[in-house]
């Protein structure tokens, strides 16, 4: 073999040593991606030595200090005054009266007048000032609001009463939904002369209904 030849060959396999020797992409990325998975190990040794730090020092804090941050509400009192009502519109397997809170209030003659004085304040002060400014949508629903509840207690209210003052109880309130009729007609007509004459007469009414009712 000549000397040029054995010179080449040399050259050729240091050339291949080197070639093989250069790192490759591969091997780059996959570097990369230790890299990457360390610091993310790292990470979360430190949100998970954070947390532990946390419980110790929860653990350790003082009992004093630990119960001045509860507070005890007694509910009891909230629900004798219908607040599970919510829960009892949403149960398909109760009844619809007492879905709906009707025989809650059946149940508490007192809450039954309250709600009846509270809805015919309403009627001689804030629907008198609708119509009396010809607001006539906010009249509507401040009218029918008022009265569903106004004719449902007064039924229950009038079957505490005797027989006969159950019947004077009736037709005054069969009176007072006349006049009822007569001033939603004429708030739906948005004629004002019609509307301020309903409007004293179911007050009239009212004032009667209620002086019943006690």
């Known amino acids: ?5 054995m010179q080449t060959q040399r050259m050729s396999l240091a050339g291949q040593a080197l070639q093989t020797a250069r790192p490759t992409a591969s091997a780059r990325v996959s570097r990369s991606a230790v ?3 360390a610091a ?8 998970i030595l954070g947390g532990v730090m946390a419980a110790v020092v929860a653990v350790s804090a003082p009992r004093e200090a630990l119960a001045e941050g509860l507070e005890i509400i007694d509910g009891r009192k909230l629900r ?10 949403r149960d398909l397997d109760l009844p619809q009266a007492t879905r709906d809170g009707i025989n809650q209030f059946r149940g508490s003659l ?4 309250q709600r009846f004085t509270q809805a015919s304040q309403r009627i ?9 400014k010809k607001y006539w949508t906010k009249a509507r629903e401040e009218l029918r609001g008022q009265v569903g509840n106004i004719r449902f207690d007064v039924n229950t209210i009038a079957q505490s009463f005797d027989k006969e003052k159950r019947k004077i109880a009736f037709e005054s309130r069969d009176k007072f939904n ?18 301020d004459a309903a409007y004293a007469e179911a007050k009239s009414a009212l004032q009667d209904l209620t002086g019943i009712l006690g």
């Not at 007192?110 to 007048?113: A, G, S």
């Open 110 to 113: 007192e809450d039954t007048k």
């Open 35 to 37: 890299v990457a998975r």
């Open 80 to 89: 004798e005054k219908g607040f599970d009502i919510i829960y009892e519109a």
């Open 178 to 195: 006349s006049a009822v009729d007569k001033l939603d007609f004429a708030i739906r007509k948005k004629i004002p002369e019609e509307a």
């Open 1 to 5: 073999m000549s000397t040029t030849t």
């Open 40 to 47: 993310e190990d790292a990470s979360s040794r430190r949100a």
């Open 124 to 132: 001689n002060g804030d629907l008198g000032d609708l119509v009396q």
